[in-house]
């Protein structure tokens, strides 16, 4: 578990606060999204979180331990991975894996077998004799993940991890978080890819200019902002869009109708095509559409919000 | 801790550390082998060089001719070809020439059956050398080994009997087991052939301008009877005392009369340097250099090039904090540092000991390996400093060459230049004074700075003016700790502060 509380981080002070007063909380067993535009504090607060840059006030808490007071207890519980992984690039991967053990305090015998079996796991064991900079950054990413767990931590850290992903290899990804998951890991993950977020993440925090603009539950993500009504009809005339704009705004493109501005609750919308239907037009679909999560974003974080 | 030490364990054992250690120990080493192993006086080992103690008498049936030729030890050298002139000085263009070759104890006899004409001079081509009669050989060559010139031991002196039926040679000789006692030979040889005849030998350390007479007066110390062989090297029981001093060896007639048979005066055969002036001396130039330029790249190797490229990152975020990554890789290059310099000069020690017979006193042996230590702990620091500010691996490098560019090779020239500009007067104390104070803003300084207080002498730092003594301008062993402990820790701590502090 992340309990994040009141984080501010400043860089500078001819310039606002990278983070400002944030609060968060990734719970065990539940993926939370972190979507913002670029520079609006995403990676500052990973970073924050998982140790290599210190807030400038407010409390990051990684399963009860002060990542800055007590820094070796709390990124006991971290995996860290970013979105452009830089490790040693004349290292080894079995090598490097081990060194990283050794701060988790596992003996060498064990780091190796437990190397072995990241690395098989994440299909990099056929390269563990080259050296990490003739990876590529695919590769990369996925010895990224194996020294991630390395440690075998609670919470995990994903910064912008799926970039530069190949669809099998976002699939992958996608399939990993999952099973963090369903081991009762606390996985926080940002990203720009959206709709991923909307796939995997039990919850998204939106994140505008260092503050949480909203945090989006799972069960209202198909029911994001204004409804509108979609109506395939057989053959569409002025007549029919103009007894539809008695319900709201209708706009024609061939033979669909998209009906916004609805002004009839959504439990009424039979009455649309009841209205239709008794003036003799052939209604081939109906259908109500809510705003997707990519606008309902831009409309959050867009620019003047 | 755990995770310190450990980290701390991996910067010991890198390979950049173990590519140092190697680096330092084999350069010094070398460096101590290539200084001691060549003669300072020849440009080829004693025992490679040969010299020619030559005797000729003349007899009712013409001249017998005894050649003994020895290395630069004073053992005999075998198989040495001699090629030599009688000559009759009356009458310049009559020349006999010889020619032949040592035998197993380094001596060519033959007899040349010439009863007319009067030779009184025995040559090696253009060398004259007395056999005969007294002429003197003034100009000295080395004759080495299987080649035919002619040659005299430095500092050889002769003398010959009255009655031309002996003749004595004493010469100065090195010692096989140390460089700082020379010995001496003494060669004897007889028309009849007999061994030497008893005589008593004196010697004098001649630390006044003359000495009294008559001789051998009582400043003149005993060695002792020798006689009874035809050529011997004696180690006079010489020590420090003797540093730079010459030292006047007589042989007196068994009777003991005022007239010395032959003597060797004014040769020094004691030689002041002593393994640790040797090594301080021979690692000055190669470690003023080598030194700052490795402890700029260990701190580069060991934490600037991780830090500006982000490889500390997927480190720190492990169970470790940024103070103790910094202090881990800190103290791992300066321990580096610390065990590349005592195996160097440890090594070094045992080279040199070879040569010398002796070991590195503790005050050398402390005086070099602090000296440098801090220096190289010193620029680490600096650029410990500067990776706190950089972001790029070539900004930290390039800024690091810079600072040895200017910091070592340039910084007598800039210090110079300021000194002139603050119309200091580097020739009187004073101004010594500013321009040492001056100086010891870089690290590069602090080696010489440890010199000047182990030898209590001060040199002037520019070339200007004449030396003082240490603490005469404010060289103590307080003012070279607190130097020393400024560069040990300040880069040091301002770094750690930053590596701690700053994101």
């Known amino acids: ?305 | 801790m755990r995770d310190f030490i450990y980290d701390l364990r991996r910067t010991l054992t890198g390979k950049f550390t173990i590519t140092m250690i190697v680096l330092i120990v084999l350069a010094t080493v070398g460096i101590s082998y290539a200084a001691v192993s060549v003669s300072s006086v020849s440009s080829v080992p004693p025992n490679s060089e040969a010299y020619v103690y030559p005797a000729v008498f003349k007899t009712a049936y013409g001249y017998n001719v005894t050649d003994f030729v020895a290395n630069g030890y004073g053992q005999p050298v075998s198989g040495l070809k001699l090629d030599s002139s009688l000559i009759n000085e009356t009458a310049s263009t009559q020349m006999y020439n010889i020619s032949g070759t040592t035998n197993g104890h380094g001596y060519f006899n033959t007899t040349v059956a010439l009863t007319e004409g009067n030779f009184t001079t025995y040559g090696y081509f253009s060398s004259y050398i007395s056999g005969i009669n007294t002429t003197f050989e003034s100009s000295i060559s080395i004759l080495k080994k299987n080649e035919s010139q002619s040659g005299i031991l430095p500092n050889m002196y002769s003398w010959q009997s009255t009655n031309n039926l002996s003749v004595y040679f004493i010469g100065k000789v090195a010692n096989p087991s140390s460089a700082t006692i020379s010995g001496i030979e003494i060669y004897y040889a007889s028309a009849n052939g007999s061994a030497m005849p008893s005589g008593t030998l004196y010697y004098y350390v001649q630390n006044t301008s003359s000495i009294s007479l008559p001789i051998p007066s009582k400043e003149m110390l005993k060695f002792g009877t020798i006689g009874g062989f035809y050529n011997k090297v004696f180690t006079l029981p010489l020590n420090a005392s003797a540093n730079e001093m010459n030292v006047v060896v007589e042989l007196f007639p068994p009777s003991g009369g005022a007239q010395p048979l032959v003597m060797l005066p004014s040769a020094t055969l004691y030689s002041a340097t002593s393994s640790g002036a040797l090594l301080e001396a021979i690692l000055q130039v190669p470690y003023e250099f080598l030194i700052p330029i490795l402890g700029i790249f260990s701190a580069y190797f060991y934490y600037g090039k991780d830090k500006a490229s982000g490889v500390l990152e997927s480190i720190i975020t492990r169970p470790v904090t940024k103070g103790r990554i910094f202090l881990s890789r800190f103290l791992g290059g300066a321990m580096s540092f610390l065990i590349a310099l005592i195996m160097a000069e440890a090594l070094s020690d045992l080279v040199i000991y070879r040569y010398t017979g002796s070991l590195l006193s503790s005050s050398y042996f402390f005086s070099i390996l602090g000296g440098y230590l801090v220096e190289a702990i010193a620029f680490s620091g600096l650029i410990y400093i500067v990776s706190q500010f950089l972001k790029s691996q070539g900004g930290i490098l390039g800024t690091g060459i810079g600072l040895f560019f200017v910091m070592v090779l340039f910084w007598s020239d800039l210090m110079a230049i300021i000194l002139y500009a603050l119309h200091v007067n580097s020739a009187v104390k004073s101004g010594v004074i500013m321009a040492l104070a001056l100086d010891t803003i870089s690290p590069s300084t602090f080696p010489s700075l440890v010199i000047y207080l182990r030898s209590g002498f001060y040199g002037s730092a520019f070339g200007v003016g004449s030396g003082y003594p240490a603490s005469s301008v404010g060289i103590t062993l307080v003012s070279v700790i607190l130097v020393g402990l400024f560069w040990l820790f300040i880069p040091a701590l301002a770094s750690f502060f930053l590596a701690r502090s700053r994101d």
């Open chain 1, 1 to 305: 578990m992340i309990h994040i509380t009141h984080l501010t981080k400043q860089f500078s002070r001819n310039q606002p606060p990278a983070v400002k007063n944030l609060d968060l909380e990734i719970n065990d067993g539940e993926i939370m999204g972190f979507a913002g535009l670029n520079g609006a504090g995403k990676t500052t607060t990973i970073r924050i979180v998982s140790g290599i840059i210190f807030p400038t006030s407010g409390k990051v808490l990684v399963n009860g331990k002060d990542i800055v007071k007590e820094k070796v207890a709390a990124s006991k519980h971290i995996g860290w991975v970013p979105e452009l992984p830089n490790f040693e690039p004349t290292g080894k991967s079995v090598q490097l894996l081990k060194y990283y053990a050794g701060f988790y305090g596992i003996p060498p015998k064990e780091a190796e077998a437990r190397a072995e079996t990241l690395l098989k796991k994440f299909n990099i064991w056929d390269a563990r004799r080259r050296p990490l900079k003739d990876y590529s950054q695919g590769m990369k990413k996925r010895f990224s993940i194996a020294a991630a767990m390395m440690g075998d931590p609670d919470n995990f850290l994903f910064d912008e991890t799926l970039n530069g992903l190949d669809p099998e290899g976002v699939k992958n990804m996608r399939d990993f978080m999952l099973s963090l998951r369903k081991d009762g890991k606390a996985v926080f993950l940002s990203s720009h890819i959206l709709s991923e977020l909307e796939n995997v993440a039990d919850r998204i925090a939106v994140i505008k200019r260092g503050e949480i603009v909203k945090v989006i539950e799972r069960s209202d993500l198909s029911n994001l902002g204004e409804i509108s009504l979609k109506i395939v009809l057989q053959k569409v005339d002025e007549n029919a869009i103009s007894m539809l704009g008695q319900y709201g705004i209708p706009e024609k493109s061939g033979n669909e109708i998209v009906l916004r501005n609805l002004n009839i609750p959504s439990g009424e919308v039979y009455k649309v095509s009841e209205t239709l239907f008794k003036a003799g037009y052939r209604v081939i679909s109906i259908s109500t559409e809510s705003e997707g999560l990519e606008d309902y974003f831009l409309e959050l974080v867009g620019s003047g919000k």
